[in-house]
């Protein structure tokens, strides 16, 4: 029922912002006490939290990554948007958008497939 789906270009230039946009079907992302979520992957690395907005639209980043990213919603669109600014080739990963169901449960219960975003000129 509920899906989320990762939309934006796949390729970057250094220095650029890279912009992502998370669509959510089946379930309302001002409902209460879920987070939307942003994650990513390098290649060869693991999991790495990037940042999430919350159902009251507020927003909270990584501490590497805060003074580059910003999250943003169009609830009417039932959409959120990653935005990293200042890209270098290092910003290459997997990007996913998940629901976490918290703060009670704490799970990742619904991910997007992932879209890959490289950085390169």
């Known amino acids: 029922q509920v899906q989320l789906q990762e939309s934006g270009p796949g390729l970057v230039k250094p220095s650029q912002t890279l912009s992502l946009t998370c669509t959510v079907s089946?379930?309302?992302?001002?409902?209460?006490?879920?987070?939307w979520s942003w994650i990513r992957q390098p290649p060869g690395k693991g999991l790495e939290w990037i940042g999430y907005?919350?159902?009251?639209?507020?927003?909270y980043f990584s501490p590497s990554l805060k003074s580059r990213t910003s999250i943003s919603r169009d609830t009417s669109k039932n959409q959120y948007t990653l935005q990293l600014s200042s890209v270098t080739p290092e910003d290459t990963a997997v990007y996913y958008c998940?629901?976490?169901?918290?703060?009670?449960?704490?799970?990742?219960?619904?991910w997007g497939q992932g879209t890959q975003v490289t950085v390169s000129s």
């Open positions: 998940a629901r976490l169901d918290g703060p009670i449960t704490e799970a990742y219960d619904y």
């Open positions: 907005m919350t159902y009251g639209g507020s927003a």
């Open positions: 089946g379930f309302a992302i001002t409902t209460y006490n879920y987070y």
